[in-house]
């Protein structure tokens, strides 16, 4: 029987992203099926830029969306991102490093069939819809969520 780790992606931080993604990519490479819930300002991560759309929103759904990150390359950090400044620092140590960067393990986790699932009250809030958002997402409940979670053997909150 294969293991299973659902993660709960509530923050929408470059480094807590990078964190969660990891996790995800390490666990797929060793068979546990994954599945990530994305509430709030985790579902961030998943706009795609080229999809926005301002059609059938409210005036403060417009405003939120033109105001918030327009997906996972303009996160900022949750700690020392200093107006970007403090990004660009971290993006230049990874490149020296060499390593991947947040879109890589998005990609990298999309590719491996990670479950991505992002919560319907969320995103009625927020004013997304689905369209917006990277096509892997299936737009599930609360309760949906915390079925699949306590299928999980792993649970973890970011």
């Given at each position: 029987?294969?293991?299973?780790?659902?993660?709960?992606?509530?923050?929408g931080?470059?480094d807590?992203?990078?964190?969660?993604?990891?996790?995800?990519?390490?666990?797929?490479?060793?068979?546990?099926?994954v599945?990530?819930f994305?509430?709030?300002?985790?579902?961030?991560?998943?706009?795609?830029?080229?999809?926005?759309?301002?059609?059938?929103?409210s005036?403060?759904?417009?405003?939120?969306?033109?105001m918030?990150?327009?997906?996972?390359?303009?996160?900022?950090?949750?700690?020392?991102?200093?107006?970007?400044?403090?990004?660009?620092?971290?993006?230049?140590?990874?490149?020296?490093?060499?390593?991947?960067?947040?879109i890589?393990?998005?990609?990298?986790?999309r590719k491996?069939?990670?479950?991505?699932?992002?919560?319907?009250?969320?995103?009625?809030?927020?004013?997304f819809?689905?369209?917006e958002l990277?096509?892997e997402?299936?737009?599930?409940?609360?309760?949906d969520?915390?079925?699949?979670a306590?299928?999980?053997d792993?649970?973890?909150?970011i």
């Amino acid at each position: 029987m294969n293991k299973k780790m659902s993660l709960l992606m509530f923050s929408g931080d470059y480094d807590k992203a990078l964190a969660a993604l990891i996790l995800a990519n390490s666990a797929k490479e060793m068979d546990i099926d994954v599945t990530i819930f994305f509430a709030f300002w985790g579902l961030l991560l998943l706009r795609e830029p080229h999809h926005m759309t301002t059609e059938d929103k409210s005036n403060y759904e417009k405003m939120f969306a033109m105001m918030t990150p327009k997906g996972p390359d303009d996160l900022p950090l949750s700690k020392m991102n200093f107006s970007g400044i403090g990004k660009k620092m971290l993006l230049e140590m990874m490149k020296d490093d060499e390593a991947p960067e947040l879109i890589d393990f998005l990609n990298g986790a999309r590719k491996k069939g990670v479950n991505f699932f992002g919560c319907k009250l969320s995103m009625e809030i927020m004013g997304f819809k689905k369209e917006e958002l990277i096509p892997e997402v299936k737009v599930v409940t609360a309760q949906d969520y915390i079925k699949d979670a306590l299928a999980s053997d792993i649970q973890l909150f970011i």
